[in-house]
C-alpha cells in the first residue's frame, strides 16, 4: 500500500457536518457458519465474518448490532456489548466516481467528512486548558493515511485519526476510516473507540475489523 503518515492536527471544525446522501438497501448477513452473525463463532480468531450487500467484514465475536442510525446511508452498526463507546457503521451511498480516487484526493476526503467524527458546529468561547487551543472544543490528529489495493484493484483509502474533545471523555476517541467505490456506490466504514479502552484491549478487535472490510 501507498503510506502517507501524518502526525499534524487535522482541520476539521471549520467544515461543518456534510450528508452523505440517501443511503442504500439494508445489508445482509450471508447464511452459513462461515458468515453466521447470529450463531456461534465460525472460527477461534475472536472474529465473524459477515457479507453484506456489497461489502464484507470480520466483526468482532464480543459486539452485536445496533439499530441506531447516526449517518445517513447507514447500512450496519456494530457495538462492543462491553462498552458502547466502542462501535462500528458501515454506510452506502450513491456516486458518479468511478474510484475513490474521484471522489476527492485523499489529503480532502477527510476533510469533507468531518461529521464523521462529531464535527461541531457554532462558534464558542473556551478558555485554553488541558492542552486546547484557545476557543477550541475539539482536536484531530491524523496518526496514519494511506491507500491500498482492494479486489480487482480498487483503490481503498485508509485513515486513522484520534480526536479529543475538551471534557476530556474517554481521553478521546480513536477513529479508523476505510473508503472505497464500486459499482456506483461509495463504501465507507468507521470504527471507533474510546481511548482508554483502545490501550486496554479494543485495539485488536478495532483494527481487525478495519483491516478486513473490502467492496466485494
Known sequence: PRRAA?????????????GL???????RAAYG???????????????????????????????????????????????????????????????????????????????????LFGDTAGSYRTASEGGFARDTVQEFDLLESFEKEGPDGRPMYMFEVLA?????????????????????????LKVTAGEKRWFRGAKKACLGAWQSFEAA
Open 164 to 188: 479529543r474533545t475538551n471534557d476530556g471523555d474517554e481521553g478521546g476517541r480513536h477513529h479508523l476510516v476505510a473508503a472505497t467505490v464500486s459499482g456506483g456506490r461509495l463504501f465507507l
Open 21 to 27: 446522501g440517501a443511503g442504500a438497501g439494508p445489508a
Open 33 to 115: 457458519e462461515a458468515a453466521n452473525v447470529f450463531g456461534k463463532t465460525a472460527n477461534m480468531s475472536g472474529y465473524v465474518a459477515y457479507e453484506g450487500d456489497g461489502f464484507r467484514l470480520s466483526l468482532p465475536a464480543k459486539w452485536g448490532p445496533s439499530s441506531e442510525r447516526e449517518f445517513d446511508g447507514t447500512v450496519l452498526r456494530y457495538v462492543d456489548n462491553a462498552a458502547q463507546a466502542n462501535n462500528l457503521t458501515v454506510t452506502v451511498t450513491p456516486t458518479g466516481a468511478k474510484s475513490v480516487r474521484e471522489v476527492a484526493p485523499q489529503e480532502e476526503f477527510l476533510k469533507q467528512r468531518a461529521f
Open 6 to 18: 501524518a502526525g499534524g492536527a487535522l482541520a476539521l471544525g471549520a467544515l461543518g457536518a456534510l
